[in-house]
Structures are given as C-alpha cells and as structure tokens.
C-alpha cells in the first residue's frame, strides 16, 4: 500500500531530527526513572552497581522477578531469563505457566501454545515485544508462542492490574515480552548452546543450536546484541476425536433443542418410525476417530540490537526480530462413520439416555459400516518479523520525551495445500460399536470373507483394492497480519506536594489483517471421486497405499478394543495417481478430470479487515511517606473496515446416504465499517505497613478487542457436504469489544531476601463478552433436497441450523490468588501458586458458563542450587473448565479435563565457561481429553504427547 504516511508518523519523524529524539524501549508498567540531576546521578551510580551483577541460574533469575514485583506500579508477576540467552523452559509459554493465575494450551507434541491470565481465555490476553503489538498467522489476536524460541527473550512480565501508560486490549491480563540489551552487562559477553532431545512416548529425536554474543563499544557508548537459533525436531501426538459430533435426538421438552441434529434421521431403538417419549434427547456416536499426528518442527530466529548512549540525556535503539516456523504435520488416522439411519442399526443398548452398543450388518454398500484411512495435513511455515526504532531523550532537567515507532507482521501462505483425505473400505462385513468410557469406543469388525480386524489392519490381509476413493478436501489459508504501530509520550518531574509527576503520551497503531482460504468444498471438488464416481485404489497403481501404520507405544493408554495398527497413504503420490486416471470415463459417462477437483478460493470464508486505532492517554504518580499512587485515563478510537463474500445457495443435490453437493450463486462482496470509542479509566494505590509488607489497590475499567476473523461477515455452509445443515457465520463488524469494570487487592510480604507470599483478591465485571447462538430449524431461503436428475426428494423448505458469534449480556469472574517463593541458606527453595475463580454469565437473562476459563490453576516447585549444581522440579496443574457451550442444546457442554504437567531439570558447571543439563517434561505422562459436561462416555478429544528429555551443552566466553 502506497498511501501517503500518517501526519502522527511524520510528527515523530521531525521530532527526531530536530530536536535529536530517541525513542525508549521500556516494558510496560516500568516505573519511569526522575529526570533531576541529583537523581540522574543516583542512577548511574546504580547502574554502574549493577553492571557487576551477573544474573545467572534459577535462584537469580526468580529473584530478579520478585524485585520486579515488588517496583511494578501495578499487580505484576514476572519471570526472568537464567542468563544471556537462556529462558527458563525451551517455550516461553511453559515459563509463563509457572507464573501465578497463568494456564497455557498445548499444541502437537505438547508444547505451549496460547495463554490464558487468570483463567480468562487467550482472546482476553494482550501479548506485546517491548510493549509493541505481535502479529500473529491465527484467526483472532492471541499470539502463538510456538512461532518464537524462548531463546530471544531476556524476561516476561504478565501485567494483571491497569495503569493509563500501558497498551490497551487486555481484560484479562497483558503479557509483554522482554529482550536483553548489551549495557545488562557491559564488555564482550557471549554462550553458545547445543542441545537433543528425545520423546520416549515417540522415540523421535531432535536438537538445537542457539548463541548469543553481547559487547559494548567506544567507553561504553555503543553497545550490540546478536542472537541466533536454529532448532529441528519431530513430535508425535497421539489423538482420538469425535469428528462428525455427537447426535442427539430432537427433544420437544427442550426449547433449545426441539429440532435435534439427527439428520441421518431420529434413533429409533424400537423401529416403529416414531419419536416417542423415551426417546427424546436420545445421544449416540455419528464418526469417530483414531490416530497419529506426526509433526517435523524446523525453527529458526536472528536477532540484534543496536544501542547508542551517546551521553546521560540521549538513548536509540534500532532493534529487529526475524523468525520461522516451518512445521508440517500428517496426522494418519482411521476414521468409522457410524451416523445412525433407518435400518442401519440393531441391538441397541442404551444407559442413561446415551446410546452405548449396536450393531452394523445392514447389506447395503451405503448403510454398513465402513472403516476408513484418513490423511490430514497441515502446512504450516509462519514469518514473523518485528523491526522498530526507540530511544529516550532528556529536554531538560524535568521533561523527558520518549516514543517507539514499529512494524511487525505474521505471514503464512497455506492456501490449499493441507488435506483432509478419506479412502473408504468396499467389504461386505458386520460391525459392533460399544462405548466404555475410553476415549475410543470398542470396534469390532468381521468381514463375510472370514477376514477381521481384531489384529488391526494387516497390510498381508488388507490392501489397496478394499479401498475406494471417497472424500477429497484440499483446503489451507493465506493469512497476512501486518501492524505498524507509533508512540509519542511524555515524563514531566512535577515535585510538588505530593504529586511527582505527569506522564501522557498519543499513540496510533494500524493494523490490516486478509485470510485467503483456498479449498475445494465450494466447486464440489471434495466429492468429485465419491458415490457413484468412486474408484478402487487398485485401480489407480502407484502404490497409493504404501504404509503400514503401527507407532511405537501407540494408544498404550487407551483401554478400548480397536484396531492398533492401520494402513497409511502419501497425499502427494496419491494426487498423481488421480491425475493420471484423467480420462476414464465416470459414472455419468463424462471423462475424469482432475482439474474439476482442484482447490480454488472460497469467497465465503476469505476476508479482509483493516484496523485503525488511535490512543491518548494521561496518568498522574503520586507519593507519601508509606505509599505511592497512581490515577489516569486512556481514551481509545478505533475505526473498523471489514471486507467479506456472500453466495446464495440455489439448490442441494442428494448424491447417496450422507453425501449432498450444493450449488452456489456467484459470490457478492460485503462490505461494513465499524467505529468505537472508550475512555478507561484506571487507579493504583500501594500503601508500606513496613519495608517488607505493602497492600496494593487497583481498580480500572478495560477492554478486549474481538477477535479479527470474528469482525468480518463470513459464512460458511460446508456441512453440507455429509449431512449436517448447518450455517456458520463468522461474524461481523458491529460486534463490540469486551469491556471490563475491575478491581483488584494484592497483600505482599517480602520475608526474607529473595522471598515473597501473597495473597490477592480481583473481581471483573465483563460487558458484551462473545458467545455463540444457536438457532435451530431456520429457513434461510433454499428449497426442496433434489436428486442427480433434479427431482425434489423432500418437501418444502430445507431447514438449517444457525450459528454465529454474539455479544452475551454480561459476566462476572471474582478470584483470589495465592503464592509463596522461598529460598533457605543451605541451596533449597520452593515455589508455589495457587489462584480460583468463580464466574458466570448471563445471555438474553439465561445464565452460562463462561467460556474458556479455568476455575482453578495451580502449581508447586521445589529446586536446590548450590556450587556448581541446580536441580528443580515443577507440577503445573489446570482444572477442567467449558470450551464451548450448548453443543447438544442448553446444559450439554464441552470441557477441558485436568491436566498436570510436570518439569524438571538438573545442570552441572563444570567450571565458569563449560556446563551440561538435563530436561524432562510431562514427566507424569499426562494426557489432555475432552469430553461432553465430563461424562467419559461422551469424549470429545484425546491427545497424548508423552514424556520427552533434552540433554544441553553450554559454553560462555
């Protein structure tokens, strides 16, 4: 884009170059230094103090957070880095979960991924680099931590209160991130790292390589900083899902639920093709799954500070960040379809209104059950780059100026080239499906020919021709997040009774976020070789099914009958085959032709959206005797341009049992705009009983952006494809931003040297939180289901399900939080958190669960460091809480199950240059599930990642 640049940006720009202005890169909530002479002095003296300090190892770096703690201006806990390079985990989301009122979510192999702060989701968390905001390759605004190597941060402060100063877009806490400058220590510094990893669920290895160099220049003047990680390793993830959701019966006692979403047709034990009475709400299985997901994560970043210190009045910063993950995954699945349909069932069982046994011998091709090979890929390789300039520069003996000009940007280009691939089995058999409260139901499976897959499928039993082709989605996105971001603030010294000083600053970020989704469900293309046009794969040559699939150590913890080994097949090779089969002819009597099935972009899921904020804010410090204060406001305008597609659907053709295709009109552009405007207020007070115990107050009204895909007016009726109804709207640009009304209370006692327990009490107060209608049985305007020829093969009007994002009317979240850090003479310490909340909310007066939050996360370590040995151990523990609501009508609820991972190191320095560790992570080998209000018979997911160790070699110079 080539627009002319914003008068905010020129402004800084003329400030710089005339008046020599640099502007400071300085964390969020820092408690600014005083800009008089006599103080400037003082703070060179301690400056030069601490230059002798070198910060290495647990003990260190846990008391450095506590001082941080203790200074911040607001309710903070922070963690730091154990040295020049080195961050407490190998994730900087695994360090952060250590943090009191932190809980992170985990990706494949079980690294952490989002965080959530007080057990309010990633969508209310705000994650900046030097108090600027990342982009980020995910739909909303949460940041991926597994985009950036813990090696590129120096420390991470999780901000809970509000102050005026700091960025705005947090409700439930802001976490910025932190690096190093070359004037922590100043001279020639540097480390240089190698480690291995290996998973004993897996038995897959991996390594890295990371160094860091630090010197200053010309007495202390210039100073540089240089960081550079190269990482490679493979994970594997063990997984069971519920894919094609649970059915559940219509319920004419039940409002939410009076239509159902049985669309195969209503369970019907007793077969007399009506609903009755005990069968309403009746729950079964609709398509399950099993499998690995293989994961080979490359990661790369370079990092580099340049600072200049030309004098006690001038500081610039030129700094950047360059970083990517190139981690594909293929996740080998076997999938069973098991949707209930008239006749397709027999010998039910039925225990507390779920439906947990029947059998499958129906000998209709369409009606039995018929094991499936699932591909699913995910390409993903993420860019993310952040470049700024920032400094500070003294007026005069009582102002000081600072700002930051940045840009930061996330790119991933995956447009097409994940899949969701399904080859079905063609065998005549007879099936019985029994759940047992396993996260896989109990399969068993004989076949008319004499052949079954109590053994699994043996690749001497089974082979390419008891397979034809069936479902085909080539899908992935193009996401583009590009943020540039400008401050101008200002320190005045004020000095006079008891007011220090007056901060104020403007601030305009500009943020342009497009997702491209390139697919094949909208031209059909998914089901071009189903139904009738199906193909055996023997048919195809080309080796297509190539791999028998038995992992290492697979479901070992799954108790559940079902096949332990399965057959695999490449998606690339497979595509080939297709292709090559191009002119056979098809059902119809058409030629094949691969280019009918070929991805192309899907208007009604693509959008882009442009943000521009603009920011003013004013805050005053105060101080007494025994405490200090603050008071401000933040005024914030935001002006919203959102872009998206729509096209009507004009017909749906019933192509088999659970197989439809819609045609679609042309799509039309949408086009909304959207403003805002708050003003949020905040104020700090901190009062000293003595030097070692304070009380901290806060309270402060704030606010949470939506997230971005959900400002756009996507819809989306894929559903369609199996069977299931459904239209999805991804939102729209008059959805308002969470806001809050919080307060917060913080008793601290500073014990001992390097020692602190507290206890806090907050209460939020949430407006216009999103959650998620659901409005079943609505005619959106297509008519009768045809068939192949066009005949109409239902009456009237083809009723959907509607779902779309909404703003709820209100919640509440109310807490407490305790923690304790101790450190003995003789080397011991322990560490400990503990925080609960309780929370609601309301929708049109209806009370919900809250989406996305823990009640209760909690942790204990203990560690010993002494001489030249540092041992700890750490468990992180987070409850179960509701990921989302009313999945089966009001009350039926996913949730998280707990989950407890456990850490723990020990490193020996050799001598002052040379030292070795060893790392072990989930140690209890715990697992993550989900499952509906936490009945084991209705899992939602299951994902095992394993216990893995890391063995690291460090030299210093």
């Known amino acids: 884009m080539n627009a002319a640049p914003h008068p905010l940006y020129r402004g800084i720009a003329l400030a710089l170059l005339v008046s020599g202005t640099a502007f400071a890169q300085q964390p969020a909530g820092t408690p600014p230094q005083d800009p008089t002479a006599e103080d400037a002095a003082e703070t060179r003296e301690v400056t030069e103090t601490l230059d002798a300090v070198v910060v290495t190892g647990v003990r260190a770096s846990q008391a450095r957070a506590i001082e941080l703690k203790r200074d911040a201006g607001t309710v903070q806990d922070s963690i730091s880095a154990l040295e020049l390079g080195k961050f407490p985990d190998d994730n900087v989301a695994d360090s952060l979960s250590h943090i009191t009122g932190v809980a992170i979510t985990r990706t494949a192999g079980g690294e952490g991924q989002t965080v959530s702060v007080r057990g309010l989701g990633p969508e209310y968390t705000l994650t900046t680099f030097n108090g600027r905001i990342l982009a980020t390759d995910g739909a909303g605004r949460d940041f991926a931590f597994d985009v950036l190597p813990a090696d590129v941060i120096s420390g991470a402060d999780v901000i809970k209160g509000a102050q005026a100063m700091n960025t705005e877009g947090a409700v439930g806490g802001l976490v910025n991130l932190r690096s190093a400058s070359p004037f922590d220590r100043t001279g020639q510094h540097g480390i240089v790292r190698l480690e291995g990893d290996r998973n004993l669920m897996s038995e897959l290895d991996g390594g890295k390589f990371s160094a860091a160099y630090s010197n200053t220049f010309a007495n202390n003047t ?66 399950f799954r099993v499998g690995s997901i293989v994961e080979e994560k490359k990661r790369h970043a370079l990092s580099g500070k340049l600072e200049w210190r030309p004098n006690d009045d001038v500081r610039i910063v030129f700094d950047g960040l360059s970083t990517r993950l190139d981690a594909p995954k293929v996740g080998y699945q076997q999938s069973y379809y098991t949707l209930f349909a008239p006749g397709r069932w027999s010998d039910f069982v039925i225990r507390d209104g779920i439906v947990t046994g029947f059998t499958m011998n129906n000998p209709d091709p369409e009606q039995r059950l018929n094991p499936e090979l699932l591909n699913v890929t995910e390409h993903r390789v993420v860019d993310t780059d952040l470049y700024g300039v920032n400094g500070q520069w003294r007026a005069t003996d009582n102002l000081t100026l600072t700002g930051d000009v940045y840009r930061s940007t996330s790119k991933r280009y995956s447009g097409g080239q994940d899949t969701y691939v399904v080859l079905r089995m063609n065998q005549p058999n007879s099936a019985r499906i029994a759940l047992s409260g396993a996260a896989v139901p109990n399969v068993w499976v004989d076949f008319d020919d004499g ?66 989704l390139v697919n094949n469900t909208l031209n059909a293309g998914a089901d071009y070789y189903s139904g009738a046009n199906a193909i055996n794969i023997g048919d195809l040559g080309g080796n297509v099914i190539s791999e028998s699939i ?147 107050l806060g309270a402060a009204k704030t ?139 309301w929708v049109d007066d209806e009370e919900r669960p809250l989406e996305g939050i823990a009640p209760s996360v909690y942790s204990l ?38 989950l407890t991972w456990l850490t723990a190191h020990v490193s020996y320095a050799f001598n002052d240059r040379f030292s070795a560790s060893l790392e072990g992570r989930n140690l209890l080998d715990d697992e993550q599930t989900y499952s509906i209000n936490g009945n084991p018979l209705l899992s939602q997911g299951y994902y095992r990642y394993g216990r893995s160790v890391t063995l690291g070699l460090s030299y210093r110079f």
């Open 703 to 841: 606010m949470a952006r939506p997230p971005v895909n959900m400002l756009a007016p996507t819809n989306t009726t894929a559903s369609v494809s199996w069977g299931e109804f459904t239209q999805i709207y991804g939102g729209n640009v008059d959805l308002k931003p969470y806001s809050a009304r919080q307060a917060d209370a913080s008793l601290e006692w500073y014990f001992a040297e390097n020692s602190i327990a507290n206890l806090a009490v907050f209460y939020k107060r949430i407006e216009n939180q999103i959650t998620t209608s659901w409005e079943p049985g609505q005619d959106i305007g297509i008519g009768p289901i045809v068939d192949t020829d066009g005949n109409p093969v239902t009456n009237g009007p083809t009723l959907f399900n509607v779902m779309r994002p909404i703003n709820g009317d209100y919640a509440k979240v109310r807490g407490i939080e305790a923690g304790l850090q101790h450190f003995w003479d003789n080397g011991f310490g322990v560490r400990a958190q503990y925080t609960r909340n309780w929370s609601k909310s």
């Open 451 to 516: 052949r079954s897959l109590e053994n699994g499928f043996d690749p001497s039993q089974f082979g390419a021709s008891d397979f034809n082709t069936h479902y085909m989605e080539l899908l992935g996105d193009n996401v583009v997040d590009e943020i540039t971001g400008a401050t101008f603030d200002g320190d005045l010294f004020v000095g006079r009774s008891f007011l220090d000083r007056l901060r104020f600053g403007v601030g305009r970020t500009e943020r342009e976020k497009s997702r491209e």
């Open 550 to 696: 038995a992992p290492p150590n697979f479901m070992t913890r799954v108790n559940a009958v079902f096949p332990r080994s399965f057959l695999g097949f490449d998606v690339p090779n497979y595509l080939q085959q297709l292709a090559a089969y191009d002119g056979n002819p098809r059902a119809d009597g058409t030629p094949y032709d691969f280019s009918n099935a070929a991805p192309a972009w899907n208007p009604l899921e693509s959008y882009r959206v442009t943000e521009k904020s603009d920011s003013l804010w004013l805050q005053a410090e105060m101080s007494g005797e025994r405490w200090t204060a603050d008071a401000g406001v933040r005024m914030v305008k935001t002006d919203t341009t959102a872009q998206a597609w729509d096209a009507q659907i004009l017909r749906i053709v019933e192509n088999g049992a659970f197989n439809y295709t819609a045609a679609y009109d042309e799509p039309s552009e949408i086009r909304q705009d959207g403003d805002y405007t708050y003003y949020l207020p905040s104020g700090n007070f901190t009062w000293r009983f003595t030097d070692d115990l304070q009380l901290r």
């Open 861 to 898: 370590g203990v560690m010993y460091e002494k001489g030249p040995w540092s041992l700890g151990a750490t468990a992180d523990r987070t409850d179960g809480f509701v990921t989302a609501i009313n999945v089966l009508g009001i009350g039926y609820n996913e949730q998280a199950d707990p």
């Open 222 to 287: 210039v100073g540089v900083l240089l960081g550079a990680v190269y990482s490679r390793r493979k994970d594997r993830t063990d997984i069971a899902g519920n894919d094609g959701g649970w059915t559940r019966n219509p319920d004419p006692t039940d409002e939410s639920w009076l239509w159902g979403n049985a669309w195969g047709g209503n369970i019907d034990p007793n077969g007399n093709g009506e609903l009755d009475e005990d069968e309403y709400g009746l729950i079964a299985p609709g398509q």
